[in-house]
């Protein structure tokens, strides 16, 4: 017997772009999912939650990736996942006008979409900034190869938000702000910055000023699931806003807090437009 079982939009990017949703910023997902059950379920709940969901693809006998994750008591949640169409999604598949024309574009989960380590998708990211969008980056995976692979996207992203496994396995650092620092010299000068989520100690900024440190909020966690995505998503609703970075950071973790208090990765969500005029 369980205590209840929820379905939700998930990961680096369908739950960061509900997370937004919920924020008040007008949002557009770009992805690719099976022409299965899963993915009409995932459309109906971005679309209900307010996501712009005319950029998903359908792939003709694919699986919609999905994980199931069993949390526990600490709010632990070891998973089971399938990668699904999202590995094939190619620049092809990415209306130019969605990403010139947006004041952000959040990249999530470029580890496991193989098809966008295209030259081309680079070119549009930079034509991109150049006009003035920024743009973010998370990871999904902590697999050492992938690590080392989507380091190519590094001199074409303005914030880069890894957990503290991956900055390590992406930067080879044996601690967090020598992975923070060396992967911002990775990046474009100016302006950029590298934020490593730490879980209950925050998080860390490394950009051109230094280090800085955003401590998190002492709340009860019932699950993590989705506190990452709600931390890029909070950061990218702050740039926006046009918050510093420290100041986009807290309204970040502010939001990741909420959803540490709930099951699944959209709990806590009422109210976070009001959490963000706040901010």
Known sequence: MLEQIRVTAAGAAAATAVDLA??????????????????????MMMGRRGVDVSGIVRRPGEQTAASILPIRPDGGRPSFHVPGANLGLSTADVARETVLGARAVHLGGMDVTW??????????????????????????????DLMQGVRAFLPHVDYLLPNEEQALLMSGATGVEEAASALLALMPEGTSAVLVTLGADGSLIADAEGLTRVPALDVPVVDTTGCGDAYCAGFVAGLVDGHDVAG???????????????????AGLDGARELRDEK
């Open 248 to 266: 986009a950071a807290r309204l970040g973790t502010a939001l990741a807090a909420r959803v540490a208090g709930g099951l699944g990765s959209d």
């Open 115 to 144: 098809g966008l380590y295209d030259p081309a998708f680079y070119a549009l990211l930079d034509e991109a900034r150049a006009a003035g969008t920024i743009v973010t980056m998370d990871l999904l995976s902590n697999m050492p």
């Open 22 to 43: 919920a924020l008040g910023v007008p949002v557009a997902s770009v992805g690719a999912i099976g022409d299965d059950e899963l993915g009409d379920l995932l459309v």
